[in-house]
Nanobody, 128 residues
Framework: DVQLVESGGGSVQAGGSLRLSCAASGFSFNTYCVGWFRQVPGKEREAVAG????????HYADSVAGRFTISQDSAKNTVYLQMNSLKSDDTAMYYCAAAFLLPNRYRNTWHMQTEYIYWGQGTQVTVS
């Protein structure tokens, strides 16, 4: 069975750091692109970061560029989102998702949740 499991969320003070993990089973991140999204109740889900299959071509939303880093451990089939200098605006439920995209399409659509076919259950991040 295909499964994505996020972990690492929690409560942190503004300026602090968290590292989210997304472990995949049933498929490989060397074949699928991965995205991190976040959602606040009452608002649309927004893309935070994306990584092309195998760990290439990271993309970031403007709101997190320079503070968040997406990376991949192929041996563990796990993707990470290192979040530094956290702000209260970063408070949200964070989801990882996987998509099968070719390079040109990935570059243009990595931020579109409709491109992603596998989703995790989410992990809550609260910054106070």
């Amino acid at each position: 069975d295909v499964q994505l499991v996020e972990s690492g969320g929690g409560s942190v003070q503004a300026g602090g750091s968290l590292r989210l993990s997304c472990a995949a089973s049933g498929f490989s991140f060397n074949t699928y692109c991965v995205g991190w999204f976040r959602q606040v109740p009452g608002k649309e889900r927004e893309a935070v970061a994306g990584l092309y299959r195998g760990g290439g071509g990271p993309h970031y939303a403007d709101s997190v560029a320079g503070r968040f880093t997406i990376s991949q451990d192929s041996a563990k089939n796990t993707v990470y989102l290192q979040m530094n200098s956290l702000k209260s605006d970063d408070t949200a439920m964070y989801y990882c998702a996987a998509a099968f995209l070719l390079p040109n399409r990935y570059r243009n659509t990595w931020h579109m949740q409709t491109e992603y076919i596998y989703w995790g259950q989410g992990t809550q991040v609260t910054v106070s």
